[in-house]
């Protein structure tokens, strides 16, 4: 049973402040790593992906990725209250390119 | 940018009624997805669909689903007889190809069976 593991958080910081949400993963062979944002009652939204250990910078946000530990982060730099919204991880089936695996995601509030 | 129809986006049925989900996806994303999120739960992978058959599909979805695209645009769910354990919200999402892996979601459809 692959799994992928997220703190439901909800995570709450400031606004300007760094957020730093967390996920794990079953399937130690897993290749492709995602981070969805999702607003409350909309379909997520794509935001992130990575592939290789270490950092990939996208603007404000910042995908971690560490193989050996079977772990991903997200950082999100400068919160803003429009940042507030669960955060999706997702990883690809190594076996199957066709399924994605989800966490149960985690809750941000950014407050102003 | 290119996006993911999805209708209706609000369906209110009785148990052991059918109901018809519809997605239309990008026009020329090969890869079709039905997902579905119940409320504060995951997002569940229920089936993958490529050159019009099923190439994949989870353990929820059993007998009483089916999908199909019937005239080339339009790609469907559909639970024949709806169980309380159904209501979710139902997303379809399309890929480009194997090749390519971002999802485009669409809006969804928020299912309550009563």
């Known amino acids: 049973q692959k799994e992928v593991e997220q703190n439901s958080g909800p995570l709450s910081v400031p606004e300007g402040a760094i957020a730093s949400l967390n996920c794990t993963y079953s399937d130690r062979g897993s290749q492709s790593f995602f981070w969805y944002r999702q607003y409350s009652g909309k379909s997520p939204e794509l935001i992130m992906s990575?592939?290789?250990?270490g950092d990939k910078e996208d603007g404000r946000f910042t995908a971690q990725l560490n193989k050996a530990s079977q772990y991903v982060s997200l950082l999100i730099r400068d919160s803003q209250p429009s940042d507030s919204a669960t955060y999706l991880c997702?990883?690809?089936?190594?076996?199957?390119?066709?399924?994605?695996?989800f966490g149960s995601g985690t809750k941000l509030n950014v407050k102003p | 940018e290119p996006e993911v129809t999805q209708t209706p986006s609000h369906q209110v049925t009785q148990m052991g009624q059918e109901v018809i989900l519809r997605c239309v996806p990008i026009s020329n994303h090969l890869y079709f997805y039905w997902y579905r999120q119940i409320l504060g739960q995951k997002v569940e992978f229920l089936v993958s669909?490529?050159?019009?058959?099923?190439?994949?599909k989870s353990e929820i979805f059993d007998d009483q689903f089916s999908v199909e695209r019937p005239d080339g645009s339009n790609f469907t769910l559909k639970i024949r007889s709806t169980k309380l354990e159904d209501s979710a919200m139902y997303f379809c999402a399309t890929r480009l190809s194997l090749g390519d892996e971002k999802l485009f979601f669409g809006s969804g459809t928020q299912l309550s069976v009563l």
């Open positions: 669909f490529y050159n019009n058959e099923i190439s994949e």
């Open positions: 997702a990883v690809l089936d190594i076996h199957n390119f066709n399924k994605f695996y």
């Open positions: 990575i592939y290789s250990n």
